[in-house]
């Protein structure tokens, strides 16, 4: 059973670079799609994007031009990168397993962390 | 993007009672569709994928129904654990979204 754990800092000030990582563990990262979602009172869930085993990329458009998803396959965890924070970033983070079983409408995330809280404060 | 809106955004209920839960998407999803539960502190745990399958270790009270742009989450028997937020999401186009959630209150 995989499991993903974040980690990183949970105050940010404004205007600098919020930066998580996510430890898989029981599985191979060499494999899969692996995704940053966060949650808000106000927005709700929110996908923000994932990095394929490959290297291979997909962000929401609104936030694109701040984010970065990279992976280190050698440590098994992929990392979240979001420049440029204001108070609306203030979320809780999850990372997540996205299967997709192409040929099917099987497309989902089956796998999340526990989630850390991020506050973006002077 | 993908507009997905639940209804109702909260209901009370028993146990025991048959809980409906509807989601409706601004255009046609085919069935890359899959509900989430979430209890406080907690992540997102997956129910239901594709519509309607059921996912491994959920108890068969849960299912899923629907296609194209509106699709149902049903609670046969409602039980104690069961009180929590609900959330469908489609994977049809990027980005995905997810709806705002049900909560499902004890009455």
């Known amino acids: 059973q995989v499991q993903l754990r974040e980690s990183g800092p949970g105050l940010v000030k404004p205007s600098e670079t919020l930066s998580l990582t996510c430890t898989v563990s029981g599985g191979s990262i060499g494999s899969h799609y692996w995704s940053w979602i966060r949650q808000t009172p106000g927005k709700g869930l929110e996908w923000i994007g994932y990095?394929?085993?490959?290297?291979?990329?997909n962000y929401n458009p609104s936030l694109e031009s701040r984010v970065t998803i990279s992976l280190d396959t050698s440590k098994n965890h992929f990392s979240l990168q979001l420049t440029s924070v204001t108070a609306a970033d203030t979320a809780v983070y999850y990372c997540?397993?996205?299967?997709?079983?192409?040929?099917?409408?099987?497309?989902?995330?089956?796998?999340w962390g526990q989630g850390t809280l991020v506050t973006v404060s002077s | 993007d993908i507009q997905m809106t639940q209804s109702p955004s909260s209901l009370s209920a028993s146990v025991g009672d048959r809980v409906t839960i509807t989601c409706r998407a601004s255009?046609?999803?085919?069935?890359?569709l899959n509900w989430y539960q979430q209890k406080p502190g907690k992540a997102p745990n997956l129910l239901i994928y594709a519509a309607s399958s059921l996912q491994s270790g959920v108890p068969s009270r849960f299912s899923g129904s629907g296609s194209g742009t509106d699709f149902t989450l049903t609670i046969s028997s409602l039980e104690p654990e069961d009180f929590a937020t609900y959330y469908c999401q489609q994977s049809y186009l990027t980005p995905w979204t997810f709806g705002q959630g049900t909560k499902v209150e004890i009455k």
């Open positions: 990095i394929y085993y490959t290297g291979n990329t």
């Open positions: 997540a397993r996205r299967v997709r079983n192409p040929g099917s409408y099987d497309d989902y995330f089956d796998s």
């Open positions: 255009q046609s999803l085919i069935n890359y």
